[in-house]
T-cell receptor, first 114, second 112 residues
């Protein structure tokens, strides 16, 4: 089944404790992206990647890191999480290189930073 | 960046009626526009994509229009059903087409 998976689905952590949210897709998509969703602000793009070893900032990259060492994986790293990073996070992927065409979203990761 | 406006107030309609949702954008006209559906606590699901040279696009009970002069897209669901109740998001590319900006979405409630 074609899908985007994220882990963990739920995470409660404390300020400053480094964490990684994994994202994997099995559709051989070149374009992958991370979003956060907050009430009243909607979905905002954090980082995106057009291919392996190619990443770039979205609208709200501060406090986040990403890497794209393999085509299928695009982990989101929070080196020192803070409470304002409490949010619902979505990973997405699409086929078209360099163009965020039809995006397939993962199920989401609900992160709480205390 | 691109700014998108969607009606933040929920739209309540009766089953069987046509729901019409609006997406307005500022700044430059995008090469295409997308519509997604999102159910509570779940990831958005792609519905339709319409390109700048297309006035209208249809898929089953869904219809999307794209008016680059008005900088507006309309999303219609005909013969609406309670199962259509969800939040609908529009999205536009920007930053050379590599980035995607989403509207905050409009919640649709279809009542029996």
């Amino acid at each position: 089944e074609a899908q985007v998976t994220q882990n963990p689905r739920y995470l409660i952590t404390v300020t400053g404790k480094k964490l990684t949210v994994t994202c994997s897709q099995n559709m051989n998509h070149e374009y992958m992206s991370w979003y956060r969703q907050d009430p009243g602000l909607g979905l905002r793009q954090i980082y995106y990647s057009m291919n392996v070893e190619v990443t770039d900032k979205g609208d709200v990259p501060e406090g986040y890191k990403v890497s794209r060492k393999e085509k299928r994986n695009f982990p989101l790293i929070l080196e020192s999480p803070s409470p304002n990073q409490t949010s619902l996070y979505f990973c997405a992927s699409s086929f078209n290189r360099g163009v965020p065409d039809t995006q397939y979203f993962g199920p989401g990761t609900r992160l709480t930073v205390l | 960046s691109q700014k998108i406006e969607q009606n933040s107030e929920a739209l309540n309609i009766q089953e069987g009626k046509t729901a019409t949702l609006t997406c307005n954008y500022t700044n430059y006209s995008p090469a295409y526009l997308q519509w997604y559906r999102q159910d509570p606590g779940r990831g958005p699901v792609f519905l339709l994509l319409i390109r700048e040279n297309e006035k209208e696009k249809r898929k089953e009970r869904l219809k999307v229009t794209f008016d680059t002069t008005l900088k507006q897209s309309l999303f219609h669901i005909t013969a609406s059903q309670p199962a259509d109740s969800a939040t609908y998001l529009c999205a536009l590319p920007w930053g050379g087409g590599n980035k995607l900006t989403f509207g905050t979405g409009t919640q649709l409630k279809v009542e029996l």
